[in-house]
């Protein structure tokens, strides 16, 4: 008997039946790079009757039957097991596997095919490589690292407890989430678990997205259960209130933003590059979420002066931000980087109020540039000894 590469929608792919159309974001060498740790045999193709649609709130394309229309993409050959069970763990629910014959091929191949909702406007390869996909490969490759995606390819695993995959950064995602987009286009630090995976935890991504795009008080406890598919009286197994909900995303998001801080100060050679990193990405994620979104914790601040318990989670939250940003600084003046004249403390709190500040005029100009200020007067000019 033949056996098959996997479960789920890869449970029909068996033998050396392994091609793939690709038609978005998995035909740019720069993505498969960081998904795969190598570009697979990519050979230019053609599908006829079906388009690549523009999806709503989203980076990326759906395919839809479309009679009479050319959709150009590439064929990826040769691809593992393994492999085909990471680009798998990469696509959202809504796409469904299916075979379709493209240009001149003999056999059929597989892609993915949307099935809900999409834009009348027709997605441009070209202009998503000049205005997204710097950005969109970076999170890639956060996603893919991500805690909770097994090291090895063919074994992912999807967390599912509080120290889980967390919605941080501009408007996620959904994923690699993730307006706060819900998926993988806008979340910098996630990977995306399966509606198998636990309920709760979805519950708090979704609300985490929608507190973020809508505010604590325009998002609605529905409207996150309908979009995780839980039933309305489910909700109150997982949390007493909105309230005690609204604190699990705050804790969620914190956690989140240390892990991102982690990342970041490990991966460069020193304290102040390590800062830059880490307001870097923050910065590609605001440019591919087209300047919107902001931060979680400023947002919700700005609505929650009536709950004292949010208030104080709030707080909490901002301190263990600032006390990391500190801890950096500091090091940064033990190495004779940064002044020594003023607390680490002061210049933590300095340089994150001002962020913040930056974050709102970037949000009503719709400009990157006073954020780039921000990082260029503080830590490339006033910090300095």
């Known amino acids: 008997m033949e056996s098959r590469i996997g479960t789920g929608r890869l449970s029909g792919i068996g033998g050396q039946d392994h091609a793939l159309f690709a038609y978005g974001t998995l035909q740019f060498p ?9 570009v697979p045999s990519l050979e230019p193709a053609e599908l006829t009757g079906w388009r690549a649609a523009v999806l709503p709130r989203r980076l990326y394309p759906g395919l839809v039957l479309a009679p009479g229309e050319l959709t150009h993409g590439a064929v990826l050959a040769g691809l593992s097991a393994a492999e085909w069970m990471v680009l798998d763990a990469f696509e959202d629910d809504e796409y469904d596997l299916r075979r379709v014959r493209v240009g001149d091929r003999v056999e059929p191949v597989w892609t993915y095919v949307w099935t809900a909702a999409t834009d009348s406007a027709e997605w441009r390869r070209d202009r998503f490589a000049a205005d997204h996909l710097a950005a969109f490969a970076s999170r890639s490759a956060r996603w893919r690292r991500a805690p909770g995606l097994s090291s090895d390819p063919g074994t992912p695993v999807w967390l599912d407890s509080a120290e889980g995959p967390a919605v941080c950064g501009p408007a996620g995602a959904g994923r690699v989430g993730l307006p706060f987009q819900d998926d993988r286009s806008y979340i910098p630090c996630m990977a995306r678990p399966r509606r198998s995976a636990d309920t709760r935890q979805l519950l708090v991504e979704e609300g985490a997205a929608g507190f973020l795009m809508n505010g604590y008080h325009g998002t609605g406890i529905k409207q996150i259960l309908d979009k995780v598919g839980v039933p309305k009286g489910s909700f109150y197994n997982y949390f007493d209130s909105k309230e005690s909900f609204g604190l699990a995303i705050i804790e969620h998001h914190s956690l989140c933003v240390q892990r991102n801080l982690g990342e970041a100060f490990d991966a460069s050679p020193d304290p102040v590059s390590g800062l ?7 910065i590609d994620d605001f440019a591919a979420a ?3 979104g902001g931060c979680l914790i400023a947002n919700l601040g700005g609505e929650l002066e009536g709950s004292e318990l949010l208030r104080e989670s709030l707080s909490e939250a901002w301190g263990a931000w600032r006390d990391r940003v500190a801890d950096q600084l500091a090091q940064g003046q033990r190495l004779g980087m940064i002044r020594s004249d003023i607390a680490a403390t002061e210049l933590a709190d300095m340089l994150l109020e001002s962020w913040e500040g930056a974050v709102i005029r970037m949000k009503i100009d719709r400009t990157l540039a006073p954020l780039g200020k921000c990082l260029d007067r503080l830590l490339g000019d006033y910090f300095r000894p």
Do not use: P
């Not at 830059?276 to 923050?282: P, V, Y």
């Open 290 to 292: 087209e300047f919107t």
């Open 276 to 282: 830059r990193t880490f307001f870097g990405r923050l």
């Open 30 to 38: 720069e993505v498969l790079k960081v998904l795969l740790g190598r």
